[in-house]
Nanobody, 126 residues
Framework: QVHLVDNGGGLVQAGGSLKLSCAAS????????IAWFRQAPAKEREFVAAINWDGTVKKYADFVKGRFPISSDSAEKVVYLQMNSLKPEDTAVYYC???????????????????WGQGIQVTVSS
């Protein structure tokens, strides 16, 4: 069982930055991939980025490469998403999610993830 708590959302102007955090609790966290997804109104939930717990493997959606670096602090059990150069189209509810993996496979579809944070609103004004 894994419990995830998202934090760090808010309102920011275009071009600004926000840092999201995902605090995890549970046993054997080292066997989980942690990912960020987002969902804008009337749109499907989409993959943003993923990381393994020791930070050695990362995966990004094409639309955030270079803008949203993902990182992990395995000692504190927190995964971060640093969101830079934000655009109005980045406005969405952001969720972190966990998927059991023994080979660092990182899925980009939400159905593969077993545990979810509560979601946090990120709003980027133009």
């Amino acid at each position: 069982q894994v419990h995830l708590v998202d934090n760090g959302g808010g309102l920011v102007q275009a071009g600004g930055s926000l840092k999201l955090s995902c605090a995890a609790s549970g046993r054997t966290l080292s066997n989980y991939i942690i990912a960020w997804f987002r969902q804008a109104p009337a749109k499907e939930r989409e993959f943003v980025a993923a990381i393994n717990w020791d930070g050695t493997v990362k995966k990004y959606a094409d639309f955030v490469k270079g803008r949203f670096p993902i990182s992990s602090d395995s000692a504190e059990k927190v995964v971060y998403l640093q969101m830079n150069s934000l655009k109005p189209e980045d406005t969405a509810v952001y969720y972190c999610a966990a998927d059991w993996s023994t080979d660092n496979t990182m899925y980009t579809i939400p159905e593969e993830y077993d545990y979810w944070g509560q979601g946090i609103q990120v709003t980027v004004s133009s």
